[in-house]
Structures are given as C-alpha cells and as structure tokens.
C-alpha cells in the first residue's frame, strides 16, 4: 500500500509543493504505466531540482506529452477537472485513470498521472524534444517518453547549474559528471536503436532501456551524496542541488 508522499522545499517564495496521494494498484501484472510512474517518484525523490521545474518543464510539458481534444488539453500530468474527458479521438480510450487514479497534488490541485500509453514498438527518438511540439498521441510511446523524461532533467539539471558555476567553481565538478553520464546515456540509447531490439513493453529493447535508467547514478543522489568519478583527483563528486548551492554562495558572499 502506498503512503502519502511529500516533496517539498523550504524556499516557498518561488517553489511549489508536490504530493503524492496514496493508493493501491489493482492491476494483477505489471503495466506500461508503472514504469512511467517509478520515474516521476525518482525525479521527485532526488531533491536536486526544484519542484517548480519539474512540473513546468517535464510534468506540465508539451513537449514531453501533449494530449488534446475538442475542448481540453492534458500532459504527463492533467487536472483533475478534466482528465476524465481527455480520450483519443481514434477509439475513445481515455488517457488517464477513471478508476484508481494515480494523483499528485500539485500546490494542493489534484493532477492525475497519464496511464493509457501507447504500446506500439517504438525506440526512443532522441531527437523529438528539438521538434515542434504536436497533441498527437505518439508522444505518448512508452520508450520515447521514458527516454524523454530523462533527457530533459538531466538538461534542466545542466541548466541550473550552469547560472551558479560562475560564482562557485566547485560546481564544475558536479556539471562534468552530470554532462559525461547524460552523454553516455545518449550513446547508450543509440547503441540499443541500432539493433533489432524488440520495442514492446514486455521486449528486450524496452528492458534494456529500463536497465540504463536504473543505472544512472543522479537519479539515484540526494544533495550531498558521493559518488565516484575517476576524472577527479579525489576520486569522487560529491552531488548538488541548485537550491543549495545557491545558499552555500550566498552564504560565502
């Protein structure tokens, strides 16, 4: 049974707070929409971006997923309010939960977690976040989302980090790790999309996506935890968040 989950700051003037009501999967086998679900947790868990870019940037982005009809939108995340009315226009399935939502609290608003993602044997397209945003249900594609959600964290992340490394060079550390395992996630991706991979959620290709996500050692940090980097002298980065990095600046200034 799961429990309550907060994700929350302190810095409450220009962040928001993401909670993760409880519930219980019914569903008797894995489903495509759990492993989307895991990775929100893991974005959320890590601390090292703001909930506030998280959400404009990844779970309210059009250009990780749009979905849209003749009167509503929705995203990785649609409101409450209409989430219920959001269906493909090709065969009327509804994109989000009816029954046994999967809900965050978004600064107290229910949002409902998309579930009805397309199965379809995709690769990831490493190249669908520099393209024109489209509500077209293809964004949806379990691979290409997933592939997708990590792109643009490990990007904001650089981003972030990238306004303070002017003011603490101890930052650099942390971007050339952040930078050296994005880009071997991106090799590693393409790696998989050169061979015949079998794409569905229950083929090797997708497995093998899963286990280079599960690798990645950000997504698996807090602020202030170590992990090794041979490119250093020490032998170690130890990982930040913007938000402390900043207060550690401020506090040196």
Known sequence: MSTMQGYTTQEKH???EIRKQSRIEMAKQPKTRMVIE????????????????????????????WIQNDMYEGHLFAK??????LRTKKNGFMMYMPTNPIVYEVNGEA??????????RAKPN??????QAKPILSA???????????????????????????????????????????????QHVRELNDYHYHWH???????????????????????????????????????ESAKSVMAKTEKEL
């Open 111 to 120: 949002y409902h977690l998309i579930t009805r993602i397309d199965s379809i």
């Open 126 to 131: 490493l190249d669908r976040l520099h393209l």
């Open 140 to 186: 949806a594609r379990v691979n290409d989302l997933l592939c997708s959600m990590v792109m643009r964290f490990y990007q904001i992340y650089l981003e972030d980090l990238a306004l303070l490394a002017q003011k603490n060079h101890k930052v650099q550390h942390v971007i050339q790790y952040v930078e050296n395992e994005y880009a071997q996630f991106l």
């Open 38 to 65: 895991s990775l929100v947790d893991r974005f959320l868990a890590t601390g090292l971006l703001r909930n506030d870019r998280l959400f404009n940037e990844i779970f309210y982005n059009k250009d990780i997923i």
């Open 201 to 239: 959620p229950r083929g090797n290709g997708h497995q093998l996506l899963l286990q280079l996500i599960e690798q990645l050692q950000i997504l698996k940090s807090k602020p202030g935890s170590v992990v090794l980097d041979s490119s250093t002298n020490n032998g170690y980065v130890r990982v």
């Open 80 to 85: 409450a309010c209409v989430a219920d009315e």
């Open 14 to 16: 220009y962040d928001i």
